[in-house]
């Protein structure tokens, strides 16, 4: 049990400090070249533990490890020689979109290394055991007792490889290749539905694993980059077809705050390092993603003001007031994750599971 407590602990704060440092190194490096001075660059929340100066710039590690900061000079006040503010709409514009930028191209390295060492991975025949009456499956003609070979030309090695490239596909014209039996393959044509009804999932069928073999697969450099990149291009498709869904399906987006992450960090940890990379992957594109939501306190609260300010061909509105709207924006935030660890923590201690 402790040992288990100690892992997720290590390597949740692990992944947070990999993925805080990216970021503001993001805005660090692009605040450096464009002359902006830089007061703070600082992992993780005061209270300080440690600290330097070298140059202009106070380099700190905090005790909070639930975030970090890069400080610069003015960030809302153009009249400081210097400061973020009196840079031109284009260069603010790179350097606050700069560390969600570098939140996105980790995960290509992160990828990349998950994808050369060597991992188990299920080998299995996958047939479609139901298929639900007026679904687009029936309608295309899928039936049961059908082996899927290939979704879009793409090679079906498992059931979860199904239902990855049916999500990846809402609403889109889908070719499956099909076995049937001794009569030979078969490709039919479906629109995977964006809102099925309960039960059935998008596209009406589902499915069985039979003949599972498990075996060990690495990458060579020259393949594990590029399927790096495709899959973080994926990964925000995938995240695209979601808010869209939301939106579809008139729910709510499901909430999983730090506690829900470290927990679900530790199952990924205890599998091997090559998930373990693959989850710290998925969380920084998730987190470059969250930033540029046009929230006050957020990287992308403070561009709708950059873009503002572009829109009203170089009027700002007040630095004091902008100051106000990301003060009480971070408030609120903190406010909300506060809120979220209380209901993981809640379930916790109810026995149950923080993941949604």
Not at 297 to 310: C, K, M, S
Request: hydrophobic share 45%; aromatic share 8%.
């Amino acid at each position: 049990m402790l040992e288990t407590i100690a892992l997720t602990i290590v390597s949740f704060i692990g992944i947070l400090i990999l993925l805080i440092f990216a970021h503001e190194f993001g805005h660090f490096i692009t605040a450096k070249l464009a002359k902006v001075k830089v007061e703070e660059f600082g992992i993780g929340f005061p209270p300080r533990i440690a600290s330097f100066k070298r140059g202009e710039t106070t380099y700190s590690l905090n005790a909070i490890p639930l975030g970090g900061f890069t400080k610069m000079l003015g960030e809302e006040d153009p009249t400081l020689p210097g400061s973020l503010a009196s840079k031109s709409i284009p260069i603010r514009f790179l350097v606050l979109s700069a560390g969600s930028l570098m939140n996105i191209l980790l995960p290509i390295l992160l990828f990349s290394i998950s994808f050369m060492i060597p991992h188990d991975m299920v080998l299995e025949k996958v047939q479609v055991q139901e298929v639900a009456a007026g679904s687009p499956a029936q309608i295309a003609g899928i039936e049961p007792g059908d082996t899927i070979l290939a979704i879009n030309d793409r090679e079906i090695k498992n059931r979860g490889d199904v239902g990855y490239i049916i999500q990846l596909n809402l609403g889109a014209e889908t070719n499956f290749l099909l076995q049937r039996g001794e009569l030979g393959q078969k490709e039919v044509s479906l629109k995977p539905r964006w809102d099925p009804p309960e039960g059935q999932g998008a596209t009406g069928i589902s499915i069985i694993g039979s003949d599972s073999t498990i075996v060990r697969e690495s990458y060579p450099i020259w393949e594990a980059v590029p399927s790096s990149i495709t899959h973080c291009w994926e990964i925000l498709v995938l995240f695209k077809n979601e808010v869209v869904g939301w939106f579809v399906r008139g729910t709510a987006p499901q909430l999983t705050g730090p506690i829900g992450i470290a927990e679900l960090t530790g199952e990924m940890a205890k599998a091997g390092l090559s998930p373990l990379l693959e989850f710290a992957a998925l969380i920084s594109i998730n987190l470059a993603l969250i930033n540029l939501f046009p929230f006050p306190g957020l990287d992308g609260g403070r561009l709708i003001f950059v873009g503002l300010e572009w829109v009203r061909r170089g009027k700002r509105i007040s630095p004091k007031r902008e100051g106000l709207v990301h003060l009480i924006g971070f408030i609120v935030l903190i406010l909300l994750i506060v809120v979220i660890s209380y209901h993981d923590i809640a379930n916790i201690i109810h026995g149950e599971s923080t993941l949604p």
